[in-house]
Structures are given as C-alpha cells and as structure tokens.
C-alpha cells in the first residue's frame, strides 16, 4: 500500500511538474525593444564606439551593432571628381526674433557676418554626396545625393558651433534638423551648393 501510494505520489509530482513547464513555456517572452540608430553626428562629435566600414551620412548615420567607430582626428577629403566643381553654397539665416529668413551665397573657404550681428561664419567645404568612412569625410560622388557643408561659427570671437575643439560642424540639406547649429536668435540651414560656371 505504501508503495502504491508512493508510487501515485510521484506521479502526480512528475504530471504537476511537466503541466508548470508547459505553462512557463506558452507564457509570451517580454521582448525589450530595439533602439532606433542615432542621428548622424558632424565629425569630431561621433560617439566613440562602433567603426564604420562604408558610407555614413543622414541615411545611415551609424554603423551596424558590434562594430568599433574609428577614434582620432576627422579629415575632409574632397576627392578629384569634387575638387573645383563647386564654388559656394546658399545658406539660410533665420532670425528667429523677427520670423525673417534671408537667403545668402557665400564663397567656399570664407568668412561671412550675418547683418547687424557679431555671429561670424567660416564656410568650410562643400561635399555634395557626404559620406564618411572610418575618419575620412568625403564626398561619393559629384552628385547633390547627399550635401553637406562644414561651418564654424563664431560669436564675439568665440567658436560656438561645432563644440570648441572640434574642427567642423557639418549642415545637411536633406536633413537641416540632424545636429543643426543652435543659437537662441539665428538658425543656419544649408539650401544647396552653388556649381562652377
């Protein structure tokens, strides 16, 4: 009888245990959502971490999980297909006080002082198809796919954009929002470049 009973006992253990495996199993699995990717950072202002292998830009602006962002100095490369094809670039001033937005043309690698201000803006160059791989900035090809133009901007003498030390901020056209320069009166938005004639 004791074995009988012994018997039924674990049983009933083994049923019970095998029912609660079954449970915990149909039981749905809380998943943790996946990040969407940051925005594109302007060089120098790149997360240190993943390196890329290929184009970077608004489009993709990080490099797939699990690899390393190349660490050290940015430098801008305007390839042999780029170089002397682009002149200038029309960029928009926006005072935010007055609502007003003026449209200027200014010179690649110059200087400009937004009207009756003391915001300077040194124009940089101009990549129509802005790509980065690993530290290099360049441009993939000759087509406004993807423009960007490297600024610093100065106020009172004091670089404000990018963050003191680093070489360029960079404007995008497609996507004037992505790290776009902040300031409480002006905003700057780069409209196009402007093609040697």
Not at 2 to 9: D, P
Not at 151 to 165: H, L, N, S
Not at 167 to 173: C, D, E, H, I, V
Not at 180 to 193: A, W
Request: overall charge positive; charged content about 20%; aromatic content about 6%.
């Amino acid at each position: 009888m004791k074995k009988e009973l012994l018997i039924l006992m674990l049983c009933l253990l083994l049923t019970f245990s095998l029912s609660s495996c079954k449970k915990k199993e149909t039981q749905p699995v809380p998943r943790t959502p996946v990040p969407t990717a940051p925005m594109p950072m302007p060089p120098g202002q790149m997360p240190q971490g993943p390196v890329t292998r290929g184009p970077v830009s608004p489009e993709r602006p990080v490099p797939p999980p699990g690899m390393m962002m190349a660490r050290g100095k940015t430098q801008v490369v305007v390839p042999g297909s780029v170089k002397g094809k682009w002149s200038a670039a029309k960029i928009l001033v926006e005072d935010k006080t007055t609502k007003n937005i003026q449209e200027y043309t200014v010179k690649l690698n110059s200087d400009f002082t937004i009207p009756d201000s003391n915001v300077k803006i040194h124009i940089g160059e101009f990549l129509p198809d802005f790509r980065m791989e690993g530290l290099t900035l360049t441009s993939a090809s000759n087509q406004p796919n993807n423009p960007a133009l490297g600024v610093r901007v100065f106020e009172a003498g004091k670089q404000i954009f990018p963050t003191p030390g680093k070489q360029w901020g960079w404007l995008f056209a497609k996507v004037p929002t992505i790290h776009s320069f902040k300031h409480s009166r002006y905003s700057i938005i780069l409209k196009e470049g402007v093609k040697k004639v």
